[in-house]
């Protein structure tokens, strides 16, 4: 008789979503809407140049007391504290627990 094992299943969570502690991969980086395209409109690619890039480890250091503002976060060997908009458009890939 053969057992079968399988990899726990995966899901996506935008990084503004994951607790402290939390880790897992960078998925992609999301559209961004027309408002924030206002604000920022070289976001995506900023946090693409700064490491945000698919499959690189993540994890989520310590986020502000007022309303979780700013999130520090880990990525690859570099720490960043993004604004919650910010880490609401970085998908990331993490075990199910």
């Known amino acids: 008789m053969h057992m079968k094992t399988t990899a726990a299943p995966r ?3 935008s990084l503004d979503q994951l607790k402290v502690g939390d880790s897992g991969f960078v998925g992609k980086i999301s559209q961004i809407t027309s408002a924030i ?10 946090l ?3 490491g945000f890039i ?5 994890q989520v250091l ?14 690859g060997h570099s720490t960043f504290a993004l604004r919650r908009f910010e880490a609401a458009l970085i998908s990331v890939i993490t075990h199910n627990e």
């Open 48 to 50: 693409m140049e700064i």
């Open 62 to 75: 310590h986020k502000g007391f007022f309303g979780g503002e700013p999130i520090a976060v880990r990525i």
């Open 37 to 46: 395209a206002h604000f920022d409109p070289h976001l995506a690619r900023r």
């Open 11 to 13: 899901k996506a969570r």
């Open 54 to 58: 698919p499959g690189e480890p993540v």
